[in-house]
């Protein structure tokens, strides 16, 4: 009676059957279908086959369907995938450490991890972090580690990996360690707050940045030009200007302009003659207003506060307008922008110019009063002239130094002489003794030691030569002064 492959005992053959029952599908390949094999351990996960390995199926989005395959079509990213950059000799060598890929929508993280998928000798497995749970994890990391036991190296490509949980995240961990898979992760999240320390220590971070308007506009060309996966076979009459206007719109992001078109085709009806024609007018029906890259929640909202900040502190109010535009114009809460006005007023111009406070707070009232949109320019009013306004940190500086001392120095008792003594007791106690009226003097000042005795003489404000603390200075240099003569 014949045996079983699986019985066979020629270690060879047991070694081929258990690899066919792993792995449907050869090496660099998506897993493409399930088996009925007991030993199939890819069965049950989301998968998809390359693009080039099936019939283009027309009906499927244009952003899709214009997916990179190669190195060769992926345009954009240069400093990574450029001839002889790190990350390209790692794909192309097929030696693959974990790594996370970084940047802003639609510039190319997911094509990337399948291309490594199409050219690295492992099993290529796709998992959605918007539909994953802790079972699903431990279930896919179960698998891949009987699949290493058998020879075979399993990549798992998670798409929005910061949408993990820190429990779910930590469920990699092991796994990552033990070279149970290859982990890569993409992310529009810096990752430095979104994974977890432990995870990120064991994975290369690689930052794609936004496709510059020429690479968008090669994309868009190359979308019209393609006859198999593109509008080559359509019939359709367009312009430069309005491959411009796309790509504007798209603000680097391709998948943006891929929607773009689509939504600008459909709303078209062919001539006569059946050809549809784009033109700028169209264009602007459908594309109305560019979206903006930001995130209230996210890294952009502070890189675009910062920005905004550091130009009022500069004193570019040119550069002050356009920040807070992009960050009004995105759908930031105005107040949240007045509070951060207000906040400058404070750290950057303080007492060289007083009215920035009570112009900051009077424009973050305003937006109060009238809402938005009309309350922009009360914002934008606060913007140029917080920009324009002497600076000085004089007051900043002075309170972090007191804030310093208040939490490293001995906390030693206040002084009885400043102290009220409103009982019999207290006065008994001495509060109040020693206490001088400054009214009662000439010049209203007196030689009394207001701070504690270990902190005596202590001189935290240090007042600039800038706008009204010039005159600031000279007072304070005076009460310093007369006040020690005394």
Request: include cysteine; glycine fraction near 6%; charged fraction near 30%.
């Amino acid at each position: 009676m014949g045996r079983s492959a699986l019985g066979t005992t020629n270690p060879k053959n047991r070694r081929k059957v258990l690899w066919e029952g792993l792995f449907v599908g050869a090496p660099g390949r998506f897993i493409e279908q399930p088996t009925s094999n007991p030993m199939d351990l890819f069965s049950n996960l989301d998968s998809t086959t390359p693009d080039e390995d099936r019939t283009i199926d027309r009906s499927r989005p244009l952003a899709d369907r214009m997916r990179p395959r190669t190195f060769d079509e992926l345009v954009g990213q240069e400093h990574l995938i450029g001839p002889g950059k790190p990350l390209r000799v790692q794909i192309e060598s097929d030696r693959l450490s974990s790594m996370i890929f970084w940047g802003p929508p639609g510039v190319g993280k997911t094509t990337l991890a399948r291309i490594i998928a199409r050219m690295t000798h492992s099993t290529f497995v796709t998992y959605s972090a918007v539909l994953a749970g802790i079972k699903e994890i431990k279930e896919v990391m179960s698998k891949a580690e009987q699949a290493r036991q058998y020879g075979s190296r399993t990549i798992l490509f998670i798409d929005e990996i910061h949408r993990f949980n820190k429990a779910q995240q930590d469920a990699f961990l092991p796994h990552v360690e033990k070279g149970n898979i290859i982990l890569i992760g993409a992310t529009t999240e810096n990752p430095s707050f979104e994974v977890i320390a432990a995870l990120l220590s064991r994975c290369r971070v690689y930052v794609l940045h936004p496709l510059t308007l020429d690479e968008i506009i090669k994309l868009i060309r190359r979308a019209f030009a393609d006859p198999e996966r593109g509008l080559g076979r359509e019939r359709i009459e367009t312009n430069e200007k309005v491959f411009e206007r796309i790509a504007l719109f798209a603000n680097g992001d391709a998948r943006m302009a891929y929607n773009a078109i689509e939504a600008a085709l459909a709303g078209v009806r062919p001539d006569a003659q059946g050809i549809k024609w784009i033109t700028e007018t169209e264009m602007e029906a459908v594309l109305q207003k560019k979206a903006l890259l930001y995130d209230k929640a996210g890294e952009e909202h502070y890189n675009i506060i910062s920005a905004l900040h550091k130009s009022v502190r500069n004193s570019d109010p040119d550069a002050a307008l356009y920040w807070l535009a992009r960050m009004l114009e995105s759908g930031e809460d105005p107040l949240y922008v007045a509070r951060r006005l207000v906040r400058m007023a404070t750290e950057d111009i303080g007492l060289a110019d007083p009215r920035a406070l009570t112009l900051t707070m009077d424009a973050m009232r305003a937006v109060e009063f009238i809402g938005m949109p009309e309350g922009n320019l009360a914002l934008a009013e606060a913007a140029v002239y917080l920009s324009l306004a002497p600076k000085s940190n004089a007051v900043y500086e002075a309170y972090s130094s007191a804030h310093r001392d208040a939490n490293e120095t001995l906390a030693e008792p206040v002084p009885l002489h400043l102290r009220n003594a409103p009982t019999r007791l207290m006065k008994d106690l001495g509060y109040g003794d020693g206490y001088k009226y400054a009214h009662n003097y000439d010049d209203r000042i007196t030689d009394m030691d207001c701070l504690p005795e270990n902190l005596k003489d202590r001189e935290y404000y240090r007042p600039t030569d800038q706008g009204l603390e010039k005159s600031l200075k000279e007072k304070l240099n005076w009460a310093r002064q007369h006040g020690r003569k005394k």
